[in-house]
């Protein structure tokens, strides 16, 4: 496929870096050509050092043959005006990075499209859900629903106690194919597993079930997680848009401080958080004495969602310190991720990493409908409509000759949520839900075709 992406940002980067290792012909634009000029030696893509916004930098980089147009530079309506002018010479399909929760509501879609830009992301917002999704669920570490909740896959921090951990019990014993759940992946230390029958979970392990709504109970049990409060109380370090988001989409029973360090900022938020259970506090919330003055021995989860990864981290540490059980941070430089794993923080958000599995899925022919990029175990969650000729639908499970990187975790059919196993045949008007490693999606292109 030929892929243009407007803007050398973090975005950008990380998703040309993505993109690079499947070999699709890529080119990056950028105003600045120090941000562009070593990237073509590293990474197999070619670099253009040029005005995104230019007719003259869009026909070098002969957007009208592009197959995906991505505009992700920092300023959105520079993104949107690429778009539509790689739109109007022939683009195929055109993304534009916006921070205006405005632009994403469903009844400017039309429009949107209308003008030339195909599809709309706003990572802060699908920041945001993913963190207050992961706030009311305090003992889970990644959430995701699949047709409208017939499904849904959990991944939990295992500990050494709990009733799954058992040496003498393969994978096999603990869930056959009449188990009411799936284990699809499994994250040890910086190694994911996609595992077979004779695996084992292992303390500490980040096991990664898929399962039907009424199971989950069950899962909780079984991952030793009984005991974690849900949470009534937290605390917010940081007054981002992605806190804004985040807290306005909170349930009414959790009360939030939102600690702020600008004063400026501070009046910004009594006017653009309208969750009437927020406070807004002036102050530092690094500050230890701040923190014991709100009670942080009292609170249930604490969320770091600055734009500093370091301090985002060392605030959720000192959280857990005062006994906090649920934190989360929003982690930007990917090289501290697996230390912020290490640390036991709970759930780590990595925009850039959110925002390219959304654009991702704009080059798969596939008709994914939706792709979740697990930061935290190196993979990919992605539900798949059946068409009537697709290969899957040829053999049972077991006989498709699947790769070794992929594994179907259950199907939705008719609105009911159903496990696969190696024995399920499944049918045209099915919807799949494939868990695979990153990078490895586009494997599953000819079995969907």
């Known amino acids: 496929m030929k892929i243009i992406i407007a803007g050398a940002g973090a975005v950008g980067l990380h998703l040309a870096k993505l993109l690079a290792r499947e070999r699709h012909d890529i080119t990056l634009i950028d105003e600045q050509e120090e941000r562009v000029a070593s990237l073509s030696v590293t990474f197999d893509l070619k670099t253009l050092a040029g005005n995104p916004m230019a007719l003259t930098t869009l026909k070098e980089a002969e957007a009208g043959r592009a197959d995906l147009f991505v505009a992700v530079t920092p300023d959105e309506a520079h993104n949107i005006t690429c778009c539509i002018l790689a739109r109007k010479l022939g683009a195929k399909k055109t993304v534009a990075r916006v921070d205006n929760d405005e632009f994403t509501h469903e009844e400017q879609a039309a429009f949107f499209k209308e003008i030339g830009v195909q599809s709309i992301i706003y990572p802060e917002l699908l920041a945001a859900k993913e963190i207050a999704g992961s706030i009311k669920r305090s003992w889970i570490r990644q959430y995701w629903e699949v047709g409208n909740g017939a499904l849904v896959m959990l991944g939990v921090k295992v500990r050494e106690a709990a009733p799954i951990v058992d040496e003498h019990k393969p994978l096999r014993e603990l869930c056959g194919p009449d188990a009411p759940f799936h284990i699809v992946a499994i994250k040890r230390g910086d190694d994911t597993v996609i595992p077979h029958g004779e695996d084992f979970v292992m303390p500490r392990d980040i096991v990664f079930f898929m399962t039907t ?9 079984l991952a030793g997680k009984e005991g974690y409060p849900d949470v009534k109380k937290l605390i917010v370090m940081g007054g981002s848009d992605t806190t804004v988001q985040m807290v306005n989409r909170l349930p009414d029973h959790i009360q939030v401080k939102v600690i702020e360090k600008n004063m400026e900022r501070c009046r910004r938020l009594s006017s653009l958080i309208s969750n009437p259970n927020c406070m807004v506090l002036h102050g530092d919330a690094t500050d230890i004495d701040l923190l014991e003055d709100e009670n942080i021995d009292r609170v249930d989860a604490f969320a770091a969602l600055t734009d500093n990864s370091e301090k985002n981290i060392l605030a959720c540490l000192n959280a857990k310190k005062h006994g906090v059980r649920k934190t989360v941070a929003i982690v930007e430089n990917t090289d501290y991720v697996s230390l912020a794993e290490n640390f036991d923080i709970g759930t780590i958000i990595n925009k850039k990493s959110i925002a390219a599995s959304h654009i991702y899925r704009m080059m798969l022919r ?12 190196n993979a990919d969650v992605c539900e798949i409509p059946v068409s009537e000729q697709a290969r899957v639908t040829r053999k049972p499970v077991m006989e498709l000759g699947l790769p070794a990187t992929v594994n179907l975790g259950g199907i939705v059919r008719n609105g009911r949520g159903i496990l696969i196993n190696g024995r399920t045949q499944i049918l045209p008007g099915d919807t799949v839900v494939a868990f695979c490693l990153q990078n490895t999606l586009s494997k599953l292109e000819r079995y969907f075709n």
């Open 213 to 221: 709504p009424q199971y989950i109970p069950d899962i909780r049990q």
């Open 366 to 377: 596939a008709d994914l409908t939706t792709v979740k990029s697990l930061t935290v175990a």
